[in-house]
T-cell receptor, first 115, second 110 residues
Framework: AQSVAQPEDQVNVAEGNPLTVKCTYS??????LFWYVQYPNRGLQFLLK??????LVKGSYGFEAEFNKSQTSFHLKKPSALVSDSALYFC?????????????FGKGTRLHILP | NAGVTQTPKFRVLKTGQSMTLLCAQD?????MYWYRQDPGMGLRLIHY???????AKGEVPDGYNVSRLKKQNFLLGLESAAPSQTSVYFC?????????FGPGTRLTVT
């Protein structure tokens, strides 16, 4: 079964520093991975996805993610954190079987950017 | 485009009452989903639909029913609400891969 794991419940980063939010995956077949962000009292917003090709994927709001097949990881990164990046981040993997098409979400990592 | 909308935004129910949550999307997406979000649990899939007139069970379907009579609408019903169904409910839709989420419905069952 497809699954993702986010090993950190919370990450604290000082404003202006680089940030990393970790995600590892377990899939059968080729991985199809996502990152979503949830701001307080809002629905999830799509940030970026990896299908195939370049291991560095660029997304919204200056975020990028690095796909590493040997380490089965898909970490979210940003070179310089902003206070407004504080939110809940979800890693996710596509689970498609025939016409069934679902996304399996991790439990989320809360990112705090400290001014 | 409004994207994905959900009604109501908030609701308080007494144990045993019933209600229906409405999700609507104007993006002509085939797929629609209902999730619940609870602290420390991430998002859990309740039911989903791969097209008009079809529904399927997700990870936590017990106590819920759904209907997809029109392509743009996906209804989630609670026939007899229980305190364990206190949660934030999100609807999402998709056409190919990434899903687009509504703003959520905060439901409290007392």
């Amino acid at each position: 079964a497809q699954s993702v794991a986010q090993p950190e419940d919370q990450v604290n980063v000082a404003e202006g520093n680089p940030l990393t939010v970790k995600c590892t995956y377990s899939v059968s077949g080729n991985p199809y991975l996502f990152w979503y962000v949830q701001y307080p009292n809002r629905g999830l917003q799509f940030l970026l996805k990896y299908i195939t090709g370049d291991n560095l994927v660029k997304g919204s709001y200056g975020f990028e993610a690095e796909f590493n097949k040997s380490q089965t990881s898909f970490h979210l990164k940003k070179p310089s954190a902003l206070v407004s990046d504080s939110a809940l981040y979800f890693c996710a993997v596509r689970d498609k079987r025939g016409r069934d098409d679902k996304i399996i979400f991790g439990k989320g990592t809360r990112l705090h950017i400290l001014p | 485009n409004a994207g994905v909308t959900q009604t109501p935004k908030f609701r308080v129910l007494k144990t045993g009452q019933s209600m229906t949550l409405l999700c609507a999307q104007d993006m002509n997406h085939e797929y629609m989903y209902w999730y619940r979000q609870d602290p420390g649990m991430g998002l859990r899939l309740i039911h989903y639909s791969v097209g008009e007139g079809t529904t399927a069970k997700g990870e936590v379907p017990d106590g819920y029913n759904v209907s997809r009579l029109k392509k743009q609408n996906f209804l989630l019903g609670l026939e007899s609400a229980a305190p364990s169904q206190t949660s934030v409910y999100f609807c999402a839709s998709s056409s190919r891969s990434e899903q687009y989420f509504g703003p959520g419905t905060r439901l409290t069952v007392t």
